[in-house]
């Protein structure tokens, strides 16, 4: 059960309840609105709590804002001090309270994919997430992954093909012929055999190669036994091939498995590089950006960062790390004393500082890509500024696209002091078909506002719209939320000739024309932009989507890819109905089955 104590004149006050607890828990901080500023976890919940009374020496801005702002604090008491840190891993993931440091990964890298849920799994590369995948990855070297995934197929000859062009194919493609598949969609191959090959690659991919190489030691000396010389040599090859790429890599032996982590910061944003080192291979890399840039040291990151990581990782029974940073006692503490997954943290050596400088390269790498808007905390203080506000950490714009009033939709495109942030990118369809542009911007700002309050999210400091000083004032009449004071609403519209140089600034005071405030102007051409590009994509789709609707919506069983089949080789879905049982049957992903049931359908039409 949770307990309450104020904070009054930097005292704790308790109430009637009880005292703070000394056993193990999770507290959280709320300010004066009774928002969560700052989720925590502590073995002893009254010593830690009792610890931010304290002015420490060297104290960053972000303890300094934060203490200032606490009013009463709220405490979860738990059996351990894991289960405190599962549960505050939980909390901060669900509300991302401001206070807290978190990290976005970067989702860019692709990963290797194995569809082994199939009978005849292929391999493929993607950015694109899938649990029901075999997956390895994601991994920073683009080009050293392809040539993972080339060396892999011409080892093993897994398919890469679609699965409608697998599923009715009459003989081989080009990919047999090049020796790079071994053509199971026309039987070439028994499942068994197959089967074998994908177990063989995902232990390739794993980095067991070992493994592998006894596999097809096994293979070679089978058929050297039958005298059938041919089928030995390949196997011998395949050998070859894994031991002279076994040659290439940085082999680190004395453990299966090894993370190697690295942080390095600029004046404009922070990455937390992971290397996954597996039997010897560097077998992945991701990264990962603290969400706000603030003066948080690189050991208080990388802590934060460990706790989180640890808990997270459900699958390994043991973690091994290496890194050059300092990081907490509590953290180490925590570390040393974890039964599942036990963790081991390794001392760098001369044997492994080669990887800790492959790790440094890469997050020095990424935080120079990552420099595209490296101008964008500036442009936020500069528009804070100009705008009189306090703070700026997150601003979104909306706009509205439509077809004639039917099927409007609003988009909500959000930046903060890294950039665009689409994973909170949001469309929002219009339930209403109408041609006032200006009550369906309200009624999405509403709509956004509410959904942001109910998961305890935080609001935007300032919205902006696309139009003049009446529709900024027409949206701001048509909103009836309790927050819309407490957001800063302004606009953006044409100046002379239309011309973007011109554009020119709508506030409740004033206007401005945007010429001379050129991080400011590029800041909001940037939004107004990204909004209108993200509506418009929306909306294509989605008119997309329309304009297939047909008859053929009512055949049950038949998906958006087969409808699309029958469209593309018929030419419309009028000359569909029109066809034969035996037209129907040639069509690529229609069998015998589903053509019939189609004729029916349009036979009782």
Same mark, same amino acid.
């Given at each position: ?8 004149n ?9 005292e703070i ?9 709320f300010n +004066? ?16 709590v009792?610890?931010y ?6 104290? !960053? ?15 979860? /008491? ?9 549960? $505050?891993q ?9 206070f ?7 989702k ?28 390895? !990855? ?10 993972n ?13 679609k699965?409608? #062009?697998?599923? #009715? ?5 080009i990919?047999?012929q090049?020796?790079?598949c +071994? ?5 070439y ?7 074998l090959d ?17 596999n097809l ?9 039958k ?5 030995a ?9 894994i031991?002279?790429t *076994? ?6 032996? !004395?453990f ?10 600029? &004046? ?30 690189e050991e ?30 509590? @953290? ?8 599942l ?13 080669n ?6 390269? *890469? ?20 528009? &804070?500024k ?25 988009s909500?495109?959000?930046?903060n ?9 949001? /469309? ?8 006032d542009?200006?009550l ?13 309050q109910?998961?305890?999210?935080a ?8 139009g ?16 819309? #004071? ?10 002379p ?6 554009d020119?600034l709508h ?5 401005f $024309?945007?010429?001379?405030?050129? &991080? @400011? ?9 990204e909004s ?7 909306h294509r ?13 009512d055949i ?6 087969l ?6 080789y018929?030419?419309?879905?009028d ?23 189609i004729f ?6």
């Amino acid at each position: 059960m949770a307990k309450q104590a104020h904070f009054k004149n930097n005292k704790l006050v308790f109430n009637q309840d009880s005292e703070i607890s000394e056993s193990s828990g999770v507290y959280k901080f709320f300010n +004066s609105q009774n928002e969560i500023l700052y989720i925590g976890k502590a073995k002893n919940l009254k010593k830690r709590v009792k610890s931010y009374l304290k002015v420490r020496k060297g104290e !960053g801005k972000r303890i300094s804002k934060l203490k200032s702002n606490i009013k009463y604090v709220e405490t979860i /008491i738990t059996k351990t001090e894991s289960d405190a840190l599962i549960l $505050e891993q939980g909390l901060i993931s669900k509300i991302r309270p401001p206070f807290n440091i978190q990290f976005r990964d970067d989702k860019s890298y692709p990963a290797i994919h194995l569809t082994t849920q199939q009978d005849f799994p292929a391999i493929y590369v993607s950015r694109q997430k899938n649990t029901k995948n075999t997956s390895f !990855g994601p991994f920073a070297n683009v080009g050293a992954m392809r040539l993972n995934v080339n060396l892999t197929r011409s080892l093993f000859k897994l398919r890469n093909c679609k699965d409608i #062009n697998f599923r #009715n194919r009459s003989r081989p493609c080009i990919e047999y012929q090049m020796k790079r598949c +071994s053509a199971p969609c026309v039987g070439y191959i028994s499942k068994n055999e197959y089967t074998l090959d994908v177990k063989n690659a995902i232990n390739f991919l794993s980095g067991d190669s070992k493994r592998v190489v006894k596999n097809l030691s096994k293979k070679m000396d089978l058929y050297s036994e039958k005298k059938d010389y041919e089928r030995a040599i390949i196997y011998r090859d395949k050998i070859q091939s894994i031991r002279d790429t *076994q040659k290439k890599q940085n082999v680190l032996t !004395g453990f299966k498995e090894l993370d190697v982590l690295a942080v390095r910061k600029n &004046k404009f944003s922070t990455c937390l590089s992971v290397l996954k080192v597996e039997a010897g291979w560097i077998n992945s890399s991701q990264n990962f950006y603290p969400v706000s840039n603030d003066d948080t040291s690189e050991e208080e990151l990388l802590s934060a960062f460990l706790e989180s990581y640890v808990v997270n990782d459900k699958k390994r029974k043991e973690i091994n790390l290496l890194f050059k940073e300092n990081i907490s006692q509590d @953290t180490k503490s925590f570390l040393n004393n974890l039964r599942l997954p036990r963790v081991n943290i390794l001392k760098p050596s001369s044997k492994n500082e080669n990887l800790i400088e492959i790790c440094i390269s *890469q997050a020095k790498d990424a935080l120079r890509r990552n420099n595209n808007y490296s101008w964008m905390p500036d442009a936020l203080e500069d528009l &804070k500024k100009f705008l009189n506000l306090n703070e700026i950490n997150k601003i979104e714009a909306f706009d509205i696209s439509h077809t004639s009033g039917k099927e409007v939709s609003a988009s909500c495109v959000v930046m903060n002091k890294s950039g665009p942030d689409k994973k909170n990118y949001r /469309i929002m369809n219009i339930r209403k078909d109408s041609n006032d542009d200006y009550l369906a911007l309200s009624e999405a700002i509403k709509r956004r506002c509410k959904n942001l309050q109910k998961n305890n999210l935080a609001l935007p400091e300032v919205i902006l719209i696309d139009g003049g000083k009446g529709q900024l004032n027409t949206v701001k009449k048509n909103l009836d939320i309790d927050t819309k #004071n407490s957001i800063t609403f302004i606009s953006v519209s044409k100046g002379p000739n239309r011309k973007e140089k011109y554009d020119i600034l709508h506030t409740d005071k004033k206007n401005f $024309e945007l010429k001379n405030f050129s &991080k @400011t102007k590029k800041l909001l051409q940037l939004l107004r932009n990204e909004s209108h590009r993200f509506a418009i994509n929306h909306h294509r789709k989605r008119r997309s989507k329309n304009l297939l609707k047909s008859n053929l919506d009512d055949i049950s069983g038949l998906g958006p890819k087969l409808k699309l089949n029958l469209i593309r080789y018929f030419g419309g879905a009028d000359k569909v109905m029109e066809a034969s049982k035996d037209d129907l049957k040639a069509v690529p992903g229609i069998g015998v089955n589903k053509a019939n049931q189609i004729f029916r359908f349009i036979k009782n039409q």
